[in-house]
């Protein structure tokens, strides 16, 4: 019932109790106050207190004067005190409901806030969007759908959506060209057609945002039209204002957790494009070496991965590998490009090339301790007699311990002006000469497992 209309017909009966209680009904008086405080309850707290003393008063007045048995207004009066009551007790259990909803929507939005901010990335972002969803209870049926290299997927998913968890959503009947990619209307009416209409009697389609009010998603939620038709507990029928409000407000919070991991992704790929490029750059600085840092990226990559390291680890050697040879930018063309063989003033001028480019990387702070290490000691030697501090064995740091073997293996099957280049089986005999003398054995081991099989795949194809 609306509120002003409740309002009205409560002090209507209010008034009417007055007159009747002057008039010596009392019967209808308890009960058209009764009825009052029904409709009126919950406006204010002084109606429970009037309501009771109403039906002491009705209840009493009937106790000592049997007589009002025969009044003609009996049979109204005892109506008007039963609706009061149902009224009452109706608006109790309502409250009821609507506090243990609210508490189920105060407790799943404050463990949702914590699961947001402890996400580590736009994946585990989702996972705990969907999560906080469904403790919200809304609906049993959801799914978080975004774009992916330009078609869109379902990204994270409850209960019917399950099915489609991973997978494109393309438009139906073959009819792609008559819609555009970007209109989500379809998106929605696509995904929500691939599960069964029992299931999706009621629906909402609600956009993810971003500060910047860029789209970055689209939560649907579906449920059925009555319990027991995969609802649980209160998730059917159709969605109320109060409700809608709720994935409203949740979908604003998600898009802000969503738009910061993006601009953090976005922030890493310039930073990626940026070492990558500056890593090229420094082939042109030394042409002798033209497409080494390219490869040795792949091969130390590869290599990490294969040794189990995780992907944090992986981009620190990545990186690493990019700006290596930094320091070189600060040595004199005539002893980088010298033909003959250096003097030992001339061979110290190239061994500072890691401090200098351990230096020159001081001021770039988004750069893990692990690439500072791989720039700095990558000329180290197991047995320690390497530069520019001889460690030895543990010591290194791991990422300059698996760049060392990629670096000379890469520099061993490359031309230069003063050798040719050896073969793979040559360059990894030596590579494994080496193992326990300038290298890790253990790594070694682990890249001349990686390389043979390599070749043996080449012989097989």
């Given at each position: 019932?609306?509120p002003?209309v409740r309002l009205?017909l409560?002090?209507?009966?209010l ?6 209680a002057l008039q010596?009904?009392?019967?209808l ?21 009037v309501?009771t003393?109403?039906?002491v008063?009705?209840?009493g007045?009937?106790?000592?004067k049997p007589e009002?048995?025969a009044d003609?207004?009996l049979l109204p009066?005892?109506?008007a ?10 608006m109790?259990?309502r ?6 909803r609210?508490?189920?929507v105060v ?5 949702g806030?914590?699961?947001l901010a ?6 585990s972002v989702?996972?705990a969007g969907?999560q906080t969803?469904d403790?919200?209870q809304?609906?049993?049926h959801?799914a978080?759908v975004a774009y992916?290299r330009g078609t869109p997927h379902?990204?994270g998913?409850?209960?019917e ?6 997978k494109?959503?393309?438009?139906g009947n ?9 209109a989500?209307?379809w998106?929605a009416e696509?995904?929500?057609s ?9 629906y909402m389609?609600?956009p993810?945002?971003?500060l910047?009010?860029q ?15 995969g ?5 059917s029928?159709a969605?109320q204002p109060g409700?809608?409000d709720?994935v ?11 738009g910061q991991w ?7 790929d ?5 070492l990558r490029?500056l890593?090229a750059?420094l082939e ?8 080494h840092t ?9 290599l990490a ?7 944090d ?8 590998a990019y700006?290596?040879d ?6 004199p063309d005539?002893i ?5 063989t250096?003097?030992?003033d001339e061979?110290r001028v190239?061994?500072?090339?890691t401090?200098?480019?351990y230096d020159?990387?001081q ?6 301790a692990?690439t500072?290490d791989?720039v700095r000691y990558?000329?180290?030697?197991w047995?320690g007699t390497g ?7 543990q ?6 311990r ?5 670096d000379?293996?890469?520099?061993l099957?490359?031309?230069?002006p003063?050798k ?7 360059a990894?005999?030596?590579i494994?000469v080496?193992?326990?003398?300038q290298?890790?054995?253990q790594?070694?081991?682990t890249f ?7 070749d ?6």
């Amino acid at each position: 019932m609306n509120p002003t209309v409740r309002l009205g017909l409560g002090v209507l009966a209010l008034l009417l109790g007055l007159v009747t209680a002057l008039q010596g009904h009392a019967l209808l008086f308890s009960g058209l106050l009764v009825l009052a405080c029904g409709l009126l309850w919950g406006l204010a707290d002084v109606w429970r207190t009037v309501l009771t003393g109403a039906l002491v008063v009705g209840l009493g007045f009937s106790a000592v004067k049997p007589e009002l048995r025969a009044d003609p207004w009996l049979l109204p009066g005892a109506a008007a005190l039963l609706v009061g009551v149902l009224l009452v007790l109706n608006m109790q259990g309502r409250q009821q409901r609507e506090l243990s909803r609210l508490q189920i929507v105060v407790r799943a939005l404050e463990k949702g806030s914590a699961d947001l901010a402890d996400s580590k990335d736009t994946a585990s972002v989702i996972r705990a969007g969907v999560q906080t969803l469904d403790q919200l209870q809304v609906a049993p049926h959801l799914a978080f759908v975004a774009y992916r290299r330009g078609t869109p997927h379902v990204l994270g998913s409850r209960g019917e959506f399950n099915a489609l968890l991973g997978k494109p959503i393309q438009p139906g009947n073959g009819d792609s060209d008559s819609r555009s990619v970007q209109a989500d209307h379809w998106v929605a009416e696509e995904a929500l057609s691939q599960i069964s209409r029992e299931h999706r009697k009621f629906y909402m389609s609600v956009p993810v945002e971003g500060l910047s009010g860029q789209q970055l998603g689209l939560l649907l939620l579906a449920r059925p039209a009555h319990r027991g038709s995969g609802g649980r507990g209160g998730q059917s029928g159709a969605f109320q204002p109060g409700e809608r409000d709720v994935v409203l407000g949740f979908a604003r919070l998600l898009g802000l957790a969503l738009g910061q991991w993006q601009a953090i992704r976005e922030l890493r790929d310039a930073n990626e494009l940026t070492l990558r490029s500056l890593g090229a750059a420094l082939e042109h600085r030394d042409d002798e070496t033209g497409g080494h840092t390219a490869r040795v990226v792949a091969l130390s990559e590869q290599l990490a991965r294969r040794l189990g390291w995780k992907e944090d680890a992986v981009k620190s050697l990545r990186w690493g590998a990019y700006l290596h040879d930094l320091g070189k930018l600060a040595i004199p063309d005539a002893i980088l490009h010298k033909p003959g063989t250096l003097t030992d003033d001339e061979r110290r001028v190239i061994q500072r090339h890691t401090t200098v480019g351990y230096d020159m990387l001081q001021d770039l702070h988004f750069l893990p301790a692990e690439t500072l290490d791989l720039v700095r000691y990558h000329h180290e030697r197991w047995d320690g007699t390497g530069y520019p501090n001889g460690l030895r064995h543990q010591d290194i740091p791991s990422t300059a311990r698996v760049f060392s073997i990629v670096d000379v293996y890469d520099a061993l099957t490359s031309a230069r002006p003063y050798k040719s280049a050896w073969s793979r089986e040559r360059a990894l005999s030596e590579i494994k000469v080496q193992g326990g003398r300038q290298f890790d054995p253990q790594f070694v081991e682990t890249f001349v497992n990686m390389m043979t099989e390599q070749d043996d795949a080449r012989l097989v194809r």
